[in-house]
């Protein structure tokens, strides 16, 4: 995969308000830890998070959306008219049907003659909607668009707390399975990418690669109950995770594609200047870069305050540690992007 006509124009993002540290919600499952003879702290222990953040009760995922296709906006000369396609690359949805990308395209005031489409892919969603973006810009097809993600991560946890204190005959193994499922924040980004020859900054997306080891995808599984509900903020949604799987297999499937991500840009390990990853938690992302052989002082990890915003999490890291700095003009940074599946896909940057 490669790409020779594409810039990253402007990155946006939103963050909650409502910080809950990991030591509230073990608080709130205190009933079960007391029964099990858990030690507390042993989710920030295990995990690396300290806090996560969730947006208000009520709150749909399109809305932190909106705010962060906005930001976007913003940070660009690019006038919104010039946007050919629009796609909602989040897990959280607003509803089935329609596609949330309508709810955003009709707020941010996009034109008629934009393509608009919601993409789910778990937590890789956002990139793959970069590449498929991307790729139709350097088809031709278009010249610019939007790639925007809203996650509502406050539901999950909250139903999983609830029904992990109302189980009555609760096991160290169930909330095992259940412990990836409280590590879950929220977020919003967006990213427009241009064609060169409109782009005000020149920063490059040169391509990559990406690979599936579709043989694991039950090691995580997420539903809503209810036939006609999504991830909103009146579902109830729930997830079931083989972390330590998911881990051992995910390392596995991001060593090939990180493979063949360098050898479709010419890179070395040493030719990258930076990192921005998928976040997890702090043992995931000491196992990825150890099995790719990597420098771990060249990433930047905002899991510990944000946790895991699902597809969120890379592209808003990304933003944040561009607006703190750490990416300076000429230097490669690597998109590190995984997610459950397992589905995995690695791009690089010139900026």
Same mark, same amino acid.
């Given at each position: 995969?490669?790409?020779?006509?594409?810039?990253?124009?402007?990155?946006?993002?939103?963050?909650?308000? *409502?910080?809950?540290?990991?030591?509230?919600?073990?608080? =709130?499952?205190?009933?079960?830890?007391?029964?099990?003879?858990?030690?507390?702290?042993?989710?920030?222990?295990?995990?690396?998070?300290?806090?996560?953040?969730?947006?208000?009760?009520?709150?749909?995922?399109?809305?932190?959306?909106? @705010?962060?296709?906005?930001?976007?906006?913003?940070?660009?000369?690019?006038?919104?008219?010039?946007?050919?396609?629009?796609?909602?690359?989040?897990?959280?949805?607003?509803?089935?049907?329609?596609?949330?990308?309508?709810?955003?395209?009709?707020?941010?005031?996009?034109?008629?003659?934009?393509?608009?489409?919601? !993409?789910?892919?778990?937590?890789?969603?956002?990139?793959?909607?970069?590449?498929?973006?991307?790729?139709?810009?350097? %088809?031709?097809?278009?010249?610019?668009?939007?790639?925007?993600?809203?996650?509502?991560?406050?539901?999950?946890?909250?139903?999983?707390?609830?029904?992990?204190?109302?189980?009555?005959?609760?096991?160290?193994? =169930?909330?095992?399975?259940?412990?990836?499922?409280?590590?879950?924040?929220?977020?919003?980004?967006?990213?427009?990418?241009?064609?060169?020859?409109? %782009?005000?900054?020149?920063?490059?997306?040169?391509?990559?690669?990406?690979?599936?080891?579709?043989?694991? *995808?039950?090691?995580?599984?997420?539903?809503?109950?209810?036939?006609?509900?999504?991830?909103?903020?009146?579902?109830?949604?729930?997830?079931?995770?083989? %972390?330590?799987?998911?881990?051992?297999?995910?390392?596995?499937?991001?060593?090939?594609?990180?493979?063949?991500?360098?050898? *479709?840009?010419?890179?070395?390990?040493?030719?990258?200047?930076?990192?921005?990853?998928?976040?997890?938690?702090?043992?995931?992302?000491?196992?990825?870069?150890?099995?790719?052989?990597?420098?771990? *002082? =060249?990433?930047?990890?905002?899991?510990?305050?944000?946790?895991?915003?699902?597809?969120?999490?890379?592209?808003?890291?990304?933003?944040?540690?561009?607006?703190?700095?750490?990416? @300076?003009?000429?230097?490669?940074?690597?998109?590190?992007?995984?997610?459950?599946?397992?589905?995995?896909?690695? !791009?690089?940057?010139?900026?």
């Amino acid at each position: 995969m490669r790409f020779h006509n594409v810039c990253i124009e402007a990155f946006g993002y939103v963050l909650p308000e *409502n910080i809950v540290t990991s030591a509230e919600v073990e608080q =709130k499952l205190s009933p079960l830890y007391d029964k099990l003879k858990l030690p507390y702290g042993r989710l920030e222990l295990m995990t690396g998070i300290r806090e996560r953040r969730f947006w208000n009760r009520g709150t749909l995922p399109s809305e932190g959306s909106i @705010k962060a296709g906005e930001k976007a906006l913003e940070r660009t000369s690019l006038t919104r008219d010039r946007l050919q396609c629009l796609i909602h690359a989040a897990v959280s949805r607003d509803f089935l049907e329609p596609a949330t990308a309508t709810v955003v395209h009709h707020a941010l005031g996009i034109p008629e003659s934009a393509l608009v489409f919601d !993409l789910s892919n778990a937590c890789l969603g956002f990139i793959n909607g970069m590449v498929i973006l991307a790729s139709l810009i350097e %088809s031709g097809e278009i010249s610019a668009g939007m790639v925007v993600a809203g996650e509502h991560g406050g539901p999950l946890v909250e139903t999983t707390i609830a029904r992990l204190l109302s189980d009555p005959a609760p096991t160290r193994e =169930k909330l095992k399975s259940a412990f990836a499922s409280l590590t879950i924040g929220s977020g919003a980004a967006a990213v427009i990418l241009t064609h060169t020859d409109i %782009s005000k900054t020149g920063h490059r997306l040169l391509g990559g690669a990406s690979r599936t080891a579709s043989r694991h *995808n039950g090691l995580c599984r997420g539903g809503v109950e209810g036939a006609d509900s999504a991830l909103d903020s009146d579902s109830q949604p729930t997830m079931k995770t083989d %972390s330590e799987r998911l881990l051992q297999e995910g390392c596995l499937v991001a060593s090939r594609t990180w493979a063949d991500a360098k050898n *479709n840009l010419g890179w070395s390990n040493e030719d990258v200047d930076r990192f921005f990853c998928h976040q997890v938690g702090t043992a995931h992302r000491r196992a990825l870069f150890a099995s790719l052989e990597l420098d771990m *002082n =060249k990433d930047y990890p905002t899991v510990e305050y944000l946790g895991n915003m699902g597809s969120v999490s890379l592209p808003a890291t990304m933003a944040i540690g561009i607006d703190k700095g750490l990416l @300076k003009a000429g230097q490669r940074a690597a998109l590190l992007g995984i997610g459950s599946g397992i589905s995995c896909c690695m !791009l690089g940057v010139e900026w």
